[in-house]
């Protein structure tokens, strides 16, 4: 779980880089930073544990650092979604670079897709506000990553395998 924090904190620190929105590109470091923090946190507590042993409050220590680690990548995600949407410039020739901004265009991609057909399929109350049930929620960054199934290391996931992890190599 350390390493997959650390992939987030990567991933969220290129979009920062890229985001053409001042707070955004503010909010996501903001995030980032607190992940790599609570990362960091977890990664002592997992390796105090282990050598101590077993015992009721190391256990929920190590439990309460894991929750704190999934909100504060959910906060990255919401924060790279803000992000996405105000707008990216365009990636260097770095590779990695290249995939995040491709993931991200996808993901656009498919909320505008969604938004569009919520808008031809509009189910409106009386009101004119749109109606809750049977809604279809909009696809969000958290959503793609859980849909992406996990990579075997054994089989390169390019033609010209790069060396070394990626930013998106791991299922976040």
Not at 19 to 30: F, G, H, K, W, Y
Not at 46 to 58: F, I, L, N, P
Request: one cysteine or more; glycine letters at 6%.
């Amino acid at each position: 779980m350390v390493s997959d924090g650390q992939v987030v904190v990567k991933f969220g620190n290129i979009l920062a880089k890229h985001c053409l929105d001042q707070r955004c590109s503010t909010e996501l470091l903001r995030a980032t930073e607190h992940t790599q923090s609570v990362s960091s946190q977890l990664g002592i507590v997992a390796r105090v544990k282990a050598v101590t042993g077993e015992s009721k409050a190391s256990s929920e220590l190590l439990l309460s650092n894991v929750q704190n680690l999934i909100q504060a990548v959910q906060h990255v995600l919401r924060a790279a979604e803000a992000a996405c949407v105000k707008g990216l410039g365009q990636p260097s020739a770095d590779p990695e670079e290249k995939e995040v901004a491709a993931f991200c265009q996808q993901w656009r991609k498919n909320l505008t897709q969604h938004r569009a057909k919520e808008a031809l399929n509009s189910d409106r109350d009386e009101l004119g506000l749109r109606k809750t049930r049977g809604a279809k929620a909009e696809p969000t960054l958290m959503s793609v990553v859980q849909e992406q199934p996990p990579r075997s290391r054994n089989i390169p996931k390019h033609p010209n395998p790069r060396k070394g992890p990626t930013v998106m190599d791991r299922h976040l």
